[in-house]
């Protein structure tokens, strides 16, 4: 299947600074999504993006749909610790048989230290 | 509320002793798919399906099974586990044909010893 290379595997940070990670890949992509996974949990929603170039916040998180379509980025401004987990970024390509699923990066392990 | 629910959370079993891990949504939703999830490997898609009696293989499907006769149930077989599918389960459904956002159960942890 395709491939999403997701950065940085894992971010050291104190609280309240900002943070920023990326989705980069080969293929071109339709549709971006963010997830984030708490421990013990699945990974739920964040942010959707539909457009090439479009940038959608969901209060301190903004992410943006790279031009390209190849690429996506997401920004946590002013960190808390409840912002700690693992984000996934996600994407989706169309064929013409339909959409073929998601392909998620590895990963963003958080870490936040007060 | 809505939510895809997956049971049973935690499972310990043997190698070669069959065991289903059953996934429900009430979104009525038409596409579900399984996940696995192993560290540095992040989630790789096991089966999905489109619909009611519509399946297909994933990136990894080998070893596992699954079945789709109603729409609310798709659950995973494995029919001789192995050590190898020791890993955390996630179940995932969506609208429409897997072109939507997806929306995850809580998880099952197995260890196959």
């Known amino acids: 299947g395709q491939q999403l290379n997701q950065s940085p595997q894992s971010m050291f940070i104190q609280e309240g600074e900002d943070v920023s990670m990326n989705c980069t890949s080969s293929s071109i992509f339709n549709t971006w999504l963010w997830y984030k996974q708490e421990p013990g949990e699945g990974p739920v929603l964040l942010i959707a993006?539909?457009?090439?170039?479009e940038l959608t916040s969901n209060g301190r998180l903004t992410a943006q749909f790279g031009i390209t379509r190849k690429d996506s980025f997401l920004n946590i401004s002013a960190s808390i610790p409840s912002d700690v987990g693992i984000y996934f970024c996600a994407g989706i390509m169309y064929s013409g048989g339909g959409a073929d699923g998601l392909t998620f990066g590895k990963g963003t392990h958080l870490i936040i230290q007060p | 509320e809505a939510q895809v629910t997956q049971n049973p959370r935690y499972l310990i079993t043997v190698t070669g002793k069959k065991l289903t891990v059953t996934c429900s949504q009430n979104?009525?939703?038409?596409?579900m798919s399984w996940y696995r999830q192993d560290p540095g490997l992040g989630l790789r898609q096991i089966y999905y399906s489109m619909n009611v009696e519509v399946t297909d293989k994933g990136d990894v499907p080998e070893g596992y099974k699954v079945s789709r006769k109603e729409k609310r149930n798709f659950p995973l077989i494995l029919e001789s586990p192995s050590p190898n599918q020791t890993s955390l389960y996630f179940c995932?459904?969506?609208f429409g044909q897997g072109g939507n956002e997806q929306f995850f159960g809580p998880g099952t942890r197995l260890t196959v010893l």
């Open positions: 993006l539909y457009k090439a170039g």
């Open positions: 979104m009525n939703h038409e596409y």
């Open positions: 995932a459904s969506s």
